[in-house]
């Protein structure tokens, strides 16, 4: 399996990959999905494997049917089979193959998904935002959907496979992904207020050494000259975590491993958003899952953030590890991102940033909006929001903030976006 794989360039469904080798009379063992496969007519039943088929798949199906095969490829077209083709008023999509021992079944299957369309998907209303594009997005869709994929490996059939697996309301990510009407949210109008005040006056946080950056307005009884701005809340946490554990998470982002940090950009048939690489952000980041997020340090500064804010660590999002060498940063941006609104997650409402080391010079974390810079220290952490606290669906703007370029040495940090 590993030389198909790496010889055409693909990473598939276990159970999709021992298929297309099938057609070549081919024995197959795979060891890590326990498959052993058979020469078509030999009768060996494939179990379904629950690995997601990647949008690259078609360029190696392709290729393994003869195409990039050197000498004579005539006996090697006899399984290719010839493709179905489907009446031109019903378009859903790429011309389906139907091929070898399966081909009766799939053309039912084709047929099949041709009512579909003419029955439902074409004349009921609930399929109107979705009409354009429930397609199948892959010539081997309903071969697939027949051996049982829209079940084994939901994750890519039932978008790329719409009409085959007869998904295709779930092209609507509402209908995806709909927003649970029980949910509660994690913060109400005056809440914001009451969750930072709480953190200043609460011995429970003292350790941390709290200090105000930046709030609403002075305190009744307090110094008009403090110092501090007056604007949205911010908090500086010089001693939120101990040396050993910065050290830690650095080392558990490099076994997460960095890549480039990409920002969010144009949205998707099926109503996701592409990511891509930004010249106003040059940083690398990894994320803290797998042995990470198993790590205890890592479990530890997570509960840590839930119990200052009050907000469970299931409204996080996983921790992001960054890295910035020298000459790298990231433009004037705002964490919000407002899409999210309608989302299961909800929006970001706060941002709980936490330095992992020292940096010897730039680096700095700047509010140009506010007039504030705070400066990489160890240990330390900066929590600001991004919502408005007499509406938490409102973007407050003014917690714009940008990384500053770093000038000498390198910068790490840990990165926690909480939800609503």
Known sequence: MAFFIKAFGVKAAPSVLAYALVAFGVTVYAREAGLKVGSPGHGDVLPSVDYPIPSNFSQGVTQSCADDLEGDHSEMSQFCGAKEKLPADIDFGVEQNAEGDTADQVLKLIESTKRYFQNEVLVKPEYESVRDECKNRHELCSFWAHIGECEANPGYMILQCAPACRTCKKIDIR?????????????????????????????????????????????????????????????????????????????????????RSMDVGAINFDGTHEDYKSSQRTSENS?????????????????????????????SENLQLLRYEEGQFYGTHHDLIPHQLERQS???????????????????????????????????????????????????????????????GVKYGANAWIHQ
């Not at 927003?179 to 914001?192: C, F, I, M, T, V």
């Not at 009744?220 to 000259?225: I, N």
């Not at 220290?377 to 990384?403: I, Y």
């Open 175 to 259: 209908n995806r992904c709909p927003l649970d009407p029980e949910a509660k949210n994690a913060l109400s109008p005056g809440d914001l207020d009451k969750m930072f005040e709480n953190i200043m006056e609460s011995e429970e946080f003292d350790e941390y050494n709290p200090t105000i950056l930046s709030r609403p307005s002075h305190p009744q009884g307090s110094k008009k000259d403090s110092d501090y701005n007056i604007g949205p809340w911010m908090l500086l946490f010089p001693d939120f975590i101990s040396h050993e554990e910065a050290d830690r998470m650095i080392e558990l982002s490099e076994i997460e491993g960095y890549e």
């Open 287 to 315: 994320w803290c899952q797998d042995t990470c997020y198993k790590d205890p340090v890592a479990q530890s500064i997570m509960q840590r953030i839930a119990d200052v804010t009050g907000i469970p660590e299931e409204n």
């Open 346 to 408: 909800g929006l970001r409402i706060l941002t709980f940033y936490v330095y992992l080391n020292d940096v010897e010079e730039g680096g700095g974390t700047n509010f140009p909006r506010l007039g504030l810079t705070v400066t990489p220290k160890k240990g330390s952490a900066v929590l600001w929001p991004s919502v408005l606290n007499e509406n938490p669906d409102l973007q407050d703007h003014r917690t714009e903030h940008q990384a500053l370029p770093v000038v000498r």
